[in-house]
């Protein structure tokens, strides 16, 4: 992972001197034979000024270590060695937007699980247009105006504890839930636990977009309030709590991170809500301001490409297309709750949710429902 | 050069780096957008907004609260531990000390989620418990735990303040008291602890700071509750607005600098006296160790039950947890016992540079700072003068900005000040935002070590014909080296825990074991962040144990 990145601060020896050279010269004279198939011929272009750049550099709110096969991937596919910075989507936004206003340029590519920033910054005008050539691929709401692309299909899931969940009490979706909670809030008093719509971005967007995929959500959120739901700004403390029996259901949970977790706590279960399930994606971008912006197509594209993609399904951040196999893909998802999925669309749409007054009757809402 | 252009320019320098990123705070406060922003114009819409909110104001009374409450618990522990471990002949009191301080460079985050593991709902010890005894009488989500717990963990701070001031003193003073018969008791509250109330008022002063900007504390253990403190009230004002708001932070900010300049006033007061703790006198002494007679074993008891409810309970919770992949109700834990948190730890590139890159930041770069402020405390040292008095408001204000926003300030200035910007991510960047952050703490324990350094030693040197230079190398310094030392080992254990301050100067290759904490305990990985900070405390505290042995001298 992160190979080579202490580098920039180490006196560079002879040998790696050498090393990059040869490098060099070996990758040189390799550019042509990498065109992937069914890419325009010009494009061995990008390629060689790619090379020439040398490194790209991503701002990604995608942990290090779930990313590492995909940089160590791209980096023995094309002899360009990835800068990664694993940042919060805020701290991403902040660094962003900073940069690009200053004469020191910033990231190649940014790539962000916060798709209402990444849409606001694209709007704010800091991304460039560029058609790349896996856009047939992708699902159409996944891409915008030909500046942000959807990179992966990930479900948002409630999770529970099996173990302890009161004999014989089940629920399948969301109307279910909220029933269930409604008939036992006693038993399931700070037993139930969510993103915080009020702290935490992540958990605002989602609850919004409940509401526009089916209004009588609120009727769940009324319930949660019965139940005198905790509600928490990271999912780490949500499924930890939910796996030692602090709290039983997590609402609203990638189902990236209830991947990872189950599989090392079988008592978690999963549950994709049988109404409808939100889809999330993770968004990147080519920034107008990146210092390298040949790499950052190149890495852009291998992202979408079918190989990148292959390697999002293996590290278990869910492939957005339609011809990867395995379990964490689109296509496994579509399998499980086929019609009843509803993408988070990557467009302006999400910019209405960014809109103070609109937030702050949201949020009014909220309250209301949370109180006693 | 002459001394007092020296003592000018030390002094201007430091002013410059403190002023820089305030004024940018304070600038932003009075405009519409980011200050980089071209169509950015002056308004006071974010006083008027923050001024407004009725979150604010829970916010700040929550945070007040806090802070007196921490305040008061941390300073007479604090004291007390430094009296017992440093005056007398209490048993043990020399392995005691290393592992004392976990709670300095154990990142707040990880030390509360240890409470959760052990004393929470369903923690092994209130499972236990309720097993035995029947229902817990302890909730550590409420708000008096939350002091609790901060006050305790934060005792170590005034520990190290103490405990060097005490050093410093002669034990002919204790000697007269014990002779004359009082017992150990009226000893240390009669005699020892009035002899440091500067180191108090100090450590008093800024432990109530860090209550301004506790974080990893009310995160974990305030969360369940939607508790509000300053630093969590950023988050929700970012959210409520959708996008981070920088002027609203900027009120924040200048709200906070508003309750630290009275209190530096404060400070200077109960300092105004000075003089009556010269301690460091022309001639020699022999120290000698209270005894603590029948005394001996009910200090021994009461250091372990602090040691029992500050560093153990919340230290088994996290050794347990990296051994286990889960727990809780339910689960057997010798069915879940693993090695795979470590193996995965050890894995991983990026917690290998982050251990490597932390050491080194925290013991080179800690040395560093301290010869910083060793050179700062000097150019203030027996200098009265506007500059050594605006200088002593100045140091406190770079820790009124809570990390994340002092973070984004020292970005900023990286970032747009051209000449730094090619330093911008490196590990050099990095130091001197610590370095800068930390400097109230750091220059306070070397300046209080100075202020115990007689003038008569000084004079001596003068009447035989030394310049002031000379005599501060040669006289003074010798004689601060225990303050050095022990402002050398605060720095470390602070660095080894700090990183919000850099959150946007860290790279790929600067990565340091604060932020790798963070950044993964965000994406969930807990069982790594528990394998990871159980490797940081044993790397710490071998290390401490090491240097104490090896004739690293902390006693003086």
Redesign the interface.
Known sequence: MKSGSKRHFAPVSRRAFVGALVGAAFFASAAEAQVPAGYPADYAKIIEDAKKEGSVKVYATTDAKAASPLIKDFEALYGIKVEYNDLNSTELYNRFIAESASSSGTADVTWSSAPDLQVKLVADGLAVAYASPEVDKLPKWAVFNNQAYGTTYEPMVIVYNKSQMPAGDTFTDHTSLAKLLTAKADVYKGKVTAYDPERSGVGFLMMNRDVVADPKVWDLFNAFGKAESKYYTSAGAMIEKVGSGEHLIAYNIFASYAALQTKKNPNLGVIYPSDFTLVATRVAFIPTKANHPNAGKLFLDYLLSKRGQTIVAKAELFSIRDDVEGAATAKAVNEKIGATARPIPVSNELLGTLEQSKRLEFLNKWQASQKK | MPIGIMRRLVLAIMGLMILAPIGIMVYQSFLDA?F??ANAKFSLWAYRFVLAEPDFWKALTTTALLAVGMTAIAVPLGALLAFLITRTDMPGRSWVEPLLLVPIFLSPLVLAFGY??SM???GFITVWWKSAFGSEFWNIYSFSALILIAGLTHAPHVYLYASSALRALPGDLEEAARMTGATPRRVASDVSIPMIRPALAFSGVLIFFLGFEVFGLP??LG????LLVLS?YL??L???????SYQLMAVVVMVILLIALPLVLLQRILLRTAQRYVSVRGKAVRTNLVRLGQWRWPAFGLIAIWFIGTVLIPMMGLILRSFV???????NLFDVLTLDNYVELFD???VV?AIINTVLIATVGGALSVGCYVLIALAQHRWRSGWTRISDYLVMLPRAMPGVVAG?AI??IF??V?PL?PL????FAVWIAYTLVWLAYGLRLVQSSLLQVAPELEEAARVVGAKEGRAMRDITLPLIKNGMVAAWMLIVLIFVREYSTA??LL????EVIGSLVV?????????LVTALSCVNVVLITVGLLVAIRSGVKLHG
């Open positions: 980011p980089f922003d959760v593991v929470g709902p369903v995160l974990i969360d369940p509750q939607g969590t988050y929700k970012t959210n409520k607005l959708g996008v981070p992949s889960s727990w809780g109700l339910g689960i991983d590139t990026e540079h984004l970005f900023w970032l747009f051209t910007t911008r991510t490196t590990l959150v946007y790279g790929p290759g600067t950044s993964r305990w965000g994406g969930g990985a807990v069982d």
